[in-house]
């Protein structure tokens, strides 16, 4: 499935989205900066794959 979207307002150029099955953990570092809207004021950053774990041994987002 894929579609579009509009990564912030007034923008008018469209966004590509392609959805995947995931198949490999990655570890990420996220700052936690918001600016006075509640948005993120920094990428998140990609920080190693984790060839050591399984996607089982993740758990759903928002129930750890």
Same mark, same amino acid.
């Given at each position: 499935? $894929? #579609?579009?979207?509009?990564?912030?307002?007034?923008? &008018?150029?469209? &966004?590509?989205? &392609?959805? =995947? *099955?995931?198949? =490999? *953990?990655? @570890?990420?570092?996220? $700052?936690? %900066? /918001?600016?006075?809207?509640?948005? &993120?004021?920094? +990428? *998140? /950053? %990609?920080? /190693?794959? /984790?060839?050591?774990? @399984?996607?089982? $041994? *993740? +758990? +759903?987002? #928002?129930?750890?």
């Amino acid at each position: 499935m $894929d #579609g579009a979207y509009l990564q912030w307002w007034g923008q &008018r150029e469209h &966004r590509s989205v &392609r959805l =995947v *099955v995931p198949d =490999v *953990v990655a @570890e990420v570092t996220v $700052d936690v %900066a /918001r600016d006075q809207a509640g948005q &993120r004021r920094h +990428p *998140v /950053r %990609a920080t /190693r794959l /984790r060839t050591d774990m @399984e996607l089982g $041994d *993740v +758990p +759903p987002f #928002g129930t750890a």
